[in-house]
C-alpha cells in the first residue's frame, strides 16, 4: 500500500500540472517504500536530485502561466517556490559535504509540501487558470 495515494480532490484541474504532482507523490512512495525496507540510503541521493529537478521544470510551468494570466498570487507563491529550491539545494550541500541527512527530513519536508503547498497554496491558483482556458 503507498504512503500516499492521489485522491481527485488533490488535482488543480490542470492535467499537465496534476502529472507533475503526481510524480512529487511518486517521490515521496518511493523513498518511504525504501526507508521501510531499510534501503533509503540508495534513494536518497536519487530523491534530492529528482526534488533539484522538479524545482526547475514545474515550478517554471506554474510560474509561466501565473506570469501570463495575470495572476495576483504570483510573487507570494513563488517566494514558496524558492523556499522549496532552497531546501533541495540545502539537502544536496550537505548530503555531498557530511553523506548524511536524515530520511525522515526527506520525507516530513516533501509531505508537509504536499499538504501545505499543493493542497493549499496551488488550489489558489486553479480556479484562475481554468477559466483562463487551461485545462
Ligand atoms: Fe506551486
Given at each position: 500500500m503507498a504512503y500516499i495515494d492521489w485522491q481527485d480532490d488533490f488535482s488543480v484541474n490542470v492535467k499537465e500540472i496534476d502529472e507533475q504532482?503526481?510524480?512529487?507523490?511518486?517521490?515521496i512512495?518511493?523513498?518511504h517504500e525504501a526507508m521501510l525496507a531499510?534501503?533509503?540510503?540508495?534513494l536518497q541521493k536519487q530523491t534530492v536530485n529528482r526534488?533539484?529537478?522538479y524545482a526547475i521544470k514545474h515550478f517554471a510551468l506554474e510560474e509561466k502561466y501565473m506570469m501570463q494570466f495575470g495572476?495576483?498570487?504570483h510573487h507570494k507563491h513563488k517566494a514558496e517556490h524558492d523556499q522549496f529550491t532552497a531546501k533541495a539545494?540545502?539537502?544536496?550541500?550537505?548530503?555531498?559535504?557530511?553523506?548524511?541527512?536524515?530520511?525522515?527530513?526527506i520525507l516530513n519536508f516533501l509531505r508537509d509540501w504536499l499538504r501545505n503547498h499543493i493542497l493549499k497554496v496551488d488550489k489558489e491558483y486553479s480556479s484562475h487558470f481554468t477559466r483562463?482556458?487551461?485545462r
Open positions: 504532482h503526481k510524480m512529487l507523490i511518486e517521490m512512495n518511493s523513498l531499510n534501503k533509503a540510503r540508495d526534488m533539484a529537478d495572476f495576483a498570487g539545494r540545502d539537502l544536496k550541500d550537505r548530503m555531498q559535504k557530511t553523506g548524511f541527512v536524515l530520511t525522515l527530513e483562463s482556458g487551461l
